[in-house]
């Protein structure tokens, strides 16, 4: 018989995602694994020894799944200003910049924080995009399930073979000494060349990108923008050769054979309608990061037709350089404002089973369901079952 105690968590309302919202449910779990999901009376028939705790005017949901994160970003808070003509590319230069100014005890302090901020928040699983080392052993954690995206650059199409070379043998040193799952994370159309590009998508593992996050980023693969050529110049990192493909983002990384199934692209903020076509047959994850575009002011996606489309979309915090901090419960909140008409189930499932199904986590988190991740979250449900999705960040 097994020694492990049984819980038995009770509330006025279950939300399982692949089920409607139980009313008068229970979760009874053991040694952090579910049991059973259903009406409190059956828990409580089936699992008599269970330790009953009732959650009164509580909704129990799973935990989240934060699907794209910068936790190197974290000394970051308030310190990267946009004036009125300021755009994503000028942002980028200060990151750049205060970068390098930053210590690595400042560094390894703020992202504990960040770390800290995700789990009190409710975030079970993290995908994060990794540009620094330090940042993996702060990740050894039982508490968070991470999933480590490794940011790839590179504009110089001579290098490409080197640095592709150089990151699948890193990768694979990391995946014998780590319990975390790591992958590329190619970081930007206008940030790293074709040639490496499609080395990244040759190898048809799963990877993370930004992609069509900005108006400057849609201009520079149609004809070129300034502001980057400057960036990549400053850094060293200019192809001389390089003409515009003129194509659209999503385009562009179709036809260099990263949008798929397995792939998760972040923003998506300027898509057309033309590219519509390719993202229903390619079928891309989508990770929004609503606050982030609001504060970078590049806009909103078209979050409405990607669900038409029937693709999977999750939520993402990104970094504290471009939000106020990395709770997804507030990203939640900030969709229902900035949708009010979205279905309250489908943002809880963004949340939820959408980012652990990205991730490839979607046997162990994103639903309450049996033999799943007992890590559960417990809010408020004054309104109704989704009452925590009113109110909060904006």
């Not at 806009?299 to 106020?324: F, H, I």
Request: hydrophobic share 35%; aromatic share 8%.
């Amino acid at each position: 018989m097994s020694s492990f105690k049984l819980q038995n968590h009770s509330a006025d309302w279950i939300l399982p995602v692949v089920k409607d919202p139980i009313k008068n449910g229970a979760v009874v779990s053991s040694q952090d694994s579910i049991l059973f999901v259903g009406d409190a009376g059956e828990a409580s028939t089936l699992y008599p020894e269970a330790e009953k705790i009732h959650h009164a005017e509580k909704s129990i949901l799973p935990g989240l799944v934060n699907a794209h994160c910068h936790l190197n970003h974290c000394t970051l808070k308030n310190r990267l200003p946009l004036r009125d003509d300021e755009t994503l590319f000028d942002w980028i230069g200060k990151v750049i910049s205060e970068k390098t100014e930053t210590s690595e005890d400042e560094k390894i302090r703020a992202t504990l924080e960040g770390i800290q901020q995700c789990k009190e928040s409710g975030t079970v699983a993290l995908a994060d995009i990794i540009t620094e080392p330090f940042v993996l052993s702060l990740l050894e954690e039982p508490d968070l399930t991470t999933v480590c995206f490794h940011e790839t650059t590179g504009f110089l199409p001579e290098q490409a073979e080197a640095i592709f070379l150089e990151r699948l043998s890193y990768l694979e040193e990391l995946q014998r000494r780590s319990a975390m799952e790591h992958f590329l994370s190619p970081h930007s159309p206008y940030s790293i060349s074709r040639e490496l590009l499609e080395k990244i998508a040759r190898t048809g593992s799963r990877t993370s990108f930004h992609l069509a996050e900005s108006r400057e980023e849609v201009e520079f693969l149609k004809k070129g923008h300034p502001k980057m050529e400057q960036i990549l110049k400053s850094l060293g990192k200019w192809d001389l050769k390089w003409k515009p493909p003129g194509l659209s983002p999503v385009r562009y990384f179709y036809d260099v054979g990263l949008l798929r199934e397995n792939s998760l692209a972040v923003h998506m903020v300027c898509v057309g309608e033309e590219d519509y076509p390719v993202l229903e047959k390619s079928k891309p994850n989508i990770a929004l990061c609503l606050r982030s575009n609001t504060h970078l002011r590049n806009g909103l996606p078209p979050v409405r037709d990607y669900l038409e489309l029937g693709l999977n979309l999750c939520l993402g915090t990104d970094g504290l350089g471009s939000n106020e901090d990395l709770s997804l419960l507030n990203e939640m909140q900030y969709v229902k404002k900035c949708f009010p008409d979205l279905d309250d189930a489908v943002i809880l499932q963004m949340a939820t089973l959408g980012g652990a199904k990205a991730l490839g986590l979607e046997e162990q988190f994103g639903s309450l369901e049996p033999g799943k991740s007992g890590k559960f979250m417990v809010v408020g449900c004054e309104g109704g079952p989704y009452g925590f999705l009113v109110g909060g960040s904006g």
